[in-house]
Nanobody, 119 residues
Framework: QVQLVESGGGLVQPGGSLRVSCAAS???????????MNWVRQAPGKGLEWVST????????YYTDSVKGRFTISRDNAKNTLYLQMHSLKPEDTALYYC?????????WGQGTQVTVSS
């Protein structure tokens, strides 16, 4: 079945940078490039928070206010991979980061990659 696998999480100091990736596979009847892709995070003890969305050809990107100017979403359709470059990380960015497929609703999710921002 369709699969999304995140990687690249880890422990980083406040002010540091990190890039997380999401590799897509087994898109049987559709192509990765046909879908909007998203990053969603969940902080410890909190609910899911939408972070960012990118459209199919990367011409439009969207961010939640708390990450604007610090995070950049991108995709490489030739590699079936989604990225989230994070700069100026803050302790409040600590969360499990998920990638998800879809525009208004998300039908496929990855298992998540943990990002911890701490000194």
């Amino acid at each position: 079945q369709v699969q999304l696998v995140e990687s690249g999480g880890g422990l980083v100091q406040p002010g540091g940078s990190l890039r997380v990736s999401c590799a897509a596979s087994r898109f049987t009847f559709e192509d990765f490039e046909d879908f909007y892709m998203n990053w969603v995070r969940q902080a410890p003890g909190k609910g899911l928070e939408w972070v960012s969305t990118i459209n199919t050809n990367s011409s439009s990107t969207y961010y939640t206010d708390s990450v604007k100017g610090r995070f950049t979403i991108s995709r490489d359709n030739a590699k079936n991979t989604l990225y989230l470059q994070m700069h100026s990380l803050k302790p409040e960015d600590t969360a499990l980061y998920y990638c998800a497929r879809g525009d208004y609703s998300y039908d496929v999710w990855g298992q998540g990659t943990q990002v911890t921002v701490s000194s």
